[in-house]
Protein backbone atom coordinates (compact mmCIF):
# COMPACT_ATOMS: atom_id res chain seq x y z
CA UNK A 1 0.00 0.00 0.00
CA UNK A 2 2.76 3.04 0.98
CA UNK A 3 4.27 1.96 -2.22
CA UNK A 4 1.05 2.60 -4.33
CA UNK A 5 0.27 5.42 -2.65
CA UNK A 6 3.57 7.23 -2.65
CA UNK A 7 3.36 6.88 -6.71
CA UNK A 8 -0.14 8.45 -6.06
CA UNK A 9 1.03 11.30 -4.22
CA UNK A 10 3.70 11.86 -7.21
CA UNK A 11 1.26 11.74 -9.86
CA UNK A 12 -0.89 13.79 -8.23
CA UNK A 13 1.80 16.25 -7.78
CA UNK A 14 2.56 15.70 -3.86
CA UNK A 15 6.36 15.87 -2.67
CA UNK A 16 7.57 12.48 -1.47
CA UNK A 17 11.09 13.40 -0.20
CA UNK A 18 12.21 16.41 1.89
CA UNK A 19 15.67 18.04 2.36
CA UNK A 20 17.06 18.64 5.76
CA UNK A 21 20.88 19.81 6.14
CA UNK A 22 23.06 17.01 8.21
CA UNK A 23 26.03 18.06 10.93
CA UNK A 24 28.30 18.67 8.38
CA UNK A 25 26.13 21.26 7.11
CA UNK A 26 25.11 19.29 3.71
CA UNK A 27 21.90 19.51 2.50
CA UNK A 28 20.29 15.95 2.27
CA UNK A 29 16.98 14.74 0.73
CA UNK A 30 15.25 11.85 2.50
CA UNK A 31 11.83 9.94 1.63
CA UNK A 32 8.99 11.09 3.39
CA UNK A 33 7.35 8.20 5.37
CA UNK A 34 3.22 6.88 4.95
CA UNK A 35 2.43 9.10 8.13
CA UNK A 36 3.76 12.66 6.67
CA UNK A 37 1.91 11.74 3.22
CA UNK A 38 -1.11 11.02 4.93
CA UNK A 39 -1.36 14.11 6.89
CA UNK A 40 -0.07 16.68 3.88
CA UNK A 41 -2.41 19.47 3.47
CA UNK A 42 -2.13 19.17 -0.20
CA UNK A 43 -3.52 16.01 -0.32
CA UNK A 44 -6.55 16.57 2.02
CA UNK A 45 -7.54 18.79 -1.33
CA UNK A 46 -6.75 15.60 -3.65
CA UNK A 47 -8.33 12.93 -1.69
CA UNK A 48 -11.72 12.06 -0.06
CA UNK A 49 -11.55 13.46 3.88
CA UNK A 50 -13.36 9.82 4.45
CA UNK A 51 -10.73 8.06 2.49
CA UNK A 52 -7.75 9.37 4.37
CA UNK A 53 -9.23 8.94 7.58
CA UNK A 54 -9.85 5.31 6.52
CA UNK A 55 -5.93 5.00 5.85
CA UNK A 56 -4.88 7.01 8.62
CA UNK A 57 -7.06 4.67 10.77
CA UNK A 58 -5.61 1.38 9.33
CA UNK A 59 -1.82 2.09 8.54
CA UNK A 60 -0.51 5.18 11.35
CA UNK A 61 -2.82 6.10 14.06
CA UNK A 62 -1.24 4.98 17.15
CA UNK A 63 -4.63 4.83 19.03
CA UNK A 64 -6.14 2.64 16.43
CA UNK A 65 -4.66 -0.12 14.41
CA UNK A 66 -1.22 0.88 13.37
CA UNK A 67 -0.60 -1.35 10.79
CA UNK A 68 1.95 -0.45 8.74
CA UNK A 69 4.43 -0.02 11.96
CA UNK A 70 3.33 -3.11 13.80
CA UNK A 71 4.41 -5.02 10.35
CA UNK A 72 7.39 -3.05 9.19
CA UNK A 73 8.54 -3.33 12.64
CA UNK A 74 7.75 -7.19 13.54
CA UNK A 75 5.53 -6.48 16.15
CA UNK A 76 2.91 -8.64 15.13
CA UNK A 77 2.72 -12.26 15.55
CA UNK A 78 2.02 -14.95 13.08
CA UNK A 79 -2.13 -15.32 14.45
CA UNK A 80 -2.12 -11.48 14.26
CA UNK A 81 -1.83 -11.52 10.21
CA UNK A 82 -5.60 -12.34 9.99
CA UNK A 83 -8.15 -12.61 7.32
CA UNK A 84 -9.93 -9.51 8.92
CA UNK A 85 -6.81 -7.42 8.11
CA UNK A 86 -5.83 -8.98 5.05
CA UNK A 87 -9.84 -7.69 3.94
CA UNK A 88 -9.28 -4.33 5.10
CA UNK A 89 -5.37 -4.27 3.11
CA UNK A 90 -7.69 -5.21 0.11
CA UNK A 91 -10.21 -2.62 0.70
CA UNK A 92 -7.69 0.07 1.17
CA UNK A 93 -6.11 -0.73 -2.14
CA UNK A 94 -9.93 -0.42 -3.64
CA UNK A 95 -10.21 2.76 -2.10
CA UNK A 96 -6.78 3.44 -3.82
CA UNK A 97 -8.25 2.09 -7.05
CA UNK A 98 -11.36 4.87 -7.98
CA UNK A 99 -8.79 7.90 -7.86
CA UNK A 100 -8.55 8.66 -11.55
CA UNK A 101 -5.48 9.81 -12.53
CA UNK A 102 -4.27 13.09 -14.80
CA UNK A 103 -3.69 12.10 -18.39
CA UNK A 104 -0.32 13.55 -19.80
Known amino acids: FEGLFRD ?16 HNKVISKERDLNSLLRDQNLANLIDKDDLFFFKYIFVEKSAMNL ?8 MIAEEYTTNKFHLLLLCLLRLGKYQLPSN
Not at 11 to 22: C, R
Not at 68 to 75: I, K
Open 68 to 75: RNDVAHSL
Open 8 to 23: LCEVLGISTFFTETDI
